[in-house]
């Protein structure tokens, strides 16, 4: 039986909190296993109980560019010590929106380049933000594993999307795309065994999801539209991104 994957939702933000029995027995019933990141130390914690709690959820841990205020020698420790329990290192990455000083930008790469030098020592993948710093992050991914490397909500250029599938990286769409004429071009341009779908939840959407925060229930309509989009039949879409899930993940 084909399982979906949501690559990217925080399913340790408090939004959930309240409905994660439900949201997990919703996940057994429509056979969607979750990359459920984090934010901090903090959640890295709520994140590794929950996969405890359920082999459905598969536990990333690691600080956002916008956490770098966060204890990274905890975190290091956190994966090291829980390194056979999580399935990737994320949420990771850079983001000029909360840099306010040059020391702010140095600060982030080096929590970034730490996170990328885990991930290899313990042969993870990795979830990666990217906004507004694809040139970036391309510039020092040349020195770690970007075959299992996710661009998560890839927003780039259509040459910046190009530069992603040279350097073998994963990138992933979500629900906007259903209603986003320049994610569905995107998608259409995206090496086929380079694809992914995420929700990014508790995000909200609008249009046709009415500002609701992103659910993992979502996910079969992803698949649906990407399905359209690419010319293939939904079991067709549901098997290739089952196989390029499995192969981010290095299962």
Not at 75 to 84: A, D, P
Request: neutral net charge; aromatic residues 10%; contains cysteine.
């Amino acid at each position: 039986m084909t399982w979906l994957y949501d690559s990217h939702i925080h399913l340790s933000d408090l939004e959930y909190q309240y409905d994660l029995d439900y949201i997990i027995k919703g996940m057994e019933s429509i056979k969607i296993k979750a990359c459920c990141v984090s934010m901090d130390t903090i959640t890295s914690k709520k994140t590794l109980e929950l996969g405890k709690k359920s082999k459905l959820v598969l536990p990333f841990i690691g600080i956002h560019p916008e956490r770098t205020n966060d204890d990274l020698e905890l975190m290091i420790e956190l994966i090291s010590e829980n390194r056979q329990h999580i399935s990737g290192i994320g949420e990771i990455g850079l983001d000029p929106t909360f840099v306010k000083s040059s020391e702010d930008n140095k600060k982030q790469i080096y929590f970034f380049e730490k996170f990328l030098s885990l991930a290899e020592k313990f042969k993870k993948p990795v979830s990666i933000h990217s906004r507004k710093s694809l040139d970036d992050i391309f510039s020092i991914m040349t020195s770690y594993d970007t075959k299992h490397a996710l661009l998560h909500w890839f927003d780039g250029s259509k040459k910046q999307l190009q530069k992603a599938m040279d350097m073998d990286f994963f990138v992933s769409y979500g629900p906007v795309m259903i209603y986003a004429s320049d994610k569905q071009m995107l998608l259409s341009k995206t090496s086929e065994a380079k694809i992914l779908v995420e929700t990014d939840g508790p995000v909200k959407f609008s249009k046709c999801f009415d500002m609701k925060s992103g659910q993992i229930s979502f996910i079969p309509s992803v698949v649906f539209c990407a399905s359209k989009i690419l010319g293939k039949s939904y079991d067709e879409m549901a098997s290739l991104l089952e196989e390029n899930s499995k192969s981010f993940l290095r299962i």
